[in-house]
């Protein structure tokens, strides 16, 4: 994709998660690896890939979300990258997404909410 290292790990033998950095990101595979397993498993899946790029002087957000692809450019938080992933789990779930918005949990709970 950049010149660079693509890793894949395996996610509980399900689909794999894709992690890509450029050659100079600050990130190395080891730590994106150790950051990206930190993200909730379930807040991770929705994610589809992981880019690691360089800095720039641009000054731009260092880490944003492109269509469920979390990029992050240089030094990045762990905080903006777990943000970002939220992000995408945002989109889904609550939405029309089956495993929660359908609940019966979920259901009772939003009845009983007064503030809706």
Known sequence: MF???VLIRLQCEETPWVMCRHKDAWYQPDLMEFYIGLIPVNMRRFNRHFIALP???KGGPATYNDYDTIVFKGQASLHSII???A???GQYVGGGFPIWSKSPRISHDHSADHSL
Do not use: F, L, Y
């Open 55 to 57: 800095g720039d002087d």
């Open 83 to 85: 943000a970002e992933s």
């Open 3 to 5: 010149g660079d290292e």
């Open 87 to 89: 992000k995408s789990m």
